[in-house]
């Protein structure tokens, strides 16, 4: 009996994909106008009123003197600069498959009324020839 033996393989296999993208580069945001604008208030708030009024109105000051600078900051800041490229993501795909090709040959066979099996690498065919030997019983 002849029987045939066949071999499954496991491989990995590349994908790429490439898309089109967008990257945004924020323009410059200065921050001087928003300090001065903040010690300026503050400045002047500390000339308002006396005590603890005082301490809130430079407060007041420094605070508002910071938002009336941050908007002059904007105004003067560089726009964000947005670029486009083509970017390529890879990616590994196991792959199982079955391979159909001969890995060898399980034989059955009779020999002196005894029955043996053997497994080749090549077809028999329908004879085998065997090797017999003879050593001396002790």
Do not use: H, W
Not at 78 to 86: A, C, F, L, M, Q
């Amino acid at each position: 009996m002849r029987q045939e033996m066949s071999q499954s393989a496991a491989a990995d296999r590349r994908a790429a994909r490439r898309r089109a993208v967008r990257y945004r580069e924020r323009g410059e945001q200065p921050i001087g106008g928003t300090v001065l604008g903040a010690i300026i208030g503050g400045v002047l708030g500390s000339q308002v009123g006396s005590g603890s009024g005082r301490n809130a109105a430079t407060v007041a000051g420094a605070v508002a003197g910071g938002a009336v600078g941050r908007s002059a900051d904007r105004s003067r800041s560089s726009p964000d600069r947005i670029y486009e490229d083509v970017e390529t993501r890879c990616r590994t795909i196991a792959v199982e498959r079955q391979d159909r090709r001969v890995a060898g040959y399980d034989v059955e066979y009779q020999f002196d009324g005894n029955v043996y099996f053997a497994r080749l690498d090549y077809d028999p065919g329908s004879k085998l020839r065997v090797r017999v030997s003879v050593e001396p019983a002790e």
